[in-house]
Each structure stands twice: as C-alpha cells, then as structure tokens.
C-alpha cells in the first residue's frame, strides 16, 4: 500500500497551467527553496540525477513538475508555507536504496521502480514518460523519475511502520 498520493489528469493539467502562468524557473526556484529546508535529501538525489551538463535545468525543471504534481495532490498550495506533505527522505533510504541497487543491478531496480510507479501513480508515469521520450536518454531519464519516486515510496511506507 502507498501513502502518497495519486496524480489525477486534472491536478496534472493544472500544474502544467501553474508551471506555464508562473513560469518553470520561478515555480522551481520555489521548489528548490523548500526541498533545501525540507527535503535535502531527494534535492540531492534531483542533482546528481540531473547531473551539471546542458540538459541539468531541463531535467531539474521536469524533477520540479513530478514533485509539484504529488504535493499538489496532497492540496498543498503554490506559496505556502511549505510544499512538504510528502516524506522527508531520510539518509538510511537513501543508503537502503544504493544497497538494493547494489544487490541486485541499475536494470532490475529501474524496472522494479517503474512497475511501482505504474501501479500506484499511472498519471505521474505518464508525465515521466512523456517528458523522457522527448530526449535522447530517455533510459537515464526514466531512471531518475523511477528512483526520485521509489525513494518517496520507500520513506512513506517506513513512516506509515514507525506510527503504527
């Protein structure tokens, strides 16, 4: 079972209208800002994801839409207080997850993540998918959506463990 929440076609239509009204670098700019206070962790994974080539801002911007789009359906407002109704990422998650991939290979946890993400959040795949398959390295950039989200996944359910 997941604990976060289920992108809809709606709340992803009006992100993208948010994104496109606002503008992708003032809207990230604003994510970026509560992630460093609230998240470090999965703003780091985000950067070495994105990498520091030409393409970084681009994949930093569609990083920017798959989390807006889950704390906006966790009816958190552009310009609250924080966009963090989702799970703080901790370093053990982030450690359990270099440990599965190590376990097993890049591949297999790609493949496993993605089917999560189907499963739980078919519309968030979508955007992943359509943004992916607009670049070149539509693999590197289907994995990064895929860890990004199994990293949320895998500290939602801990936190969900730990209150129960």
Not at 6 to 27: H, N, W
Request: aromatic share 6%; net charge negative; glycine share 6%.
């Amino acid at each position: 079972m997941s604990v976060l929440p289920r992108v809809t076609e709606l709340t992803r239509e009006r992100i993208s209208r948010e994104f496109d009204d606002l503008g992708p670098d003032a809207c990230l700019a604003e994510i970026k800002a509560d992630l460093r206070q609230h998240n470090p962790e999965l703003l780091d994974m985000a950067r070495r994801w994105a990498g520091g080539g030409a393409e970084a801002a681009s994949l930093m911007t569609a990083f920017g839409m798959f989390y807006r789009l889950l704390a906006a359906e966790a009816d958190v407002p552009m310009g609250s207080s924080a966009l963090n109704p989702l799970p703080r990422v901790s370093i053990e998650v982030r450690d359990a997850i270099v440990k599965r991939i190590d376990r097993t290979d890049n591949e297999t946890f790609t493949r496993e993540a993605i089917d999560n993400l189907e499963v739980i959040n078919p519309e968030l795949l979508q955007m992943a998918h359509g943004y992916a398959s607009r670049r070149l390295d539509y693999g590197r950039t289907m994995r990064g959506f895929a860890l990004l989200h199994e990293a949320l996944l895998i500290q939602s359910r801990r936190d969900q463990a730990s209150r129960h």
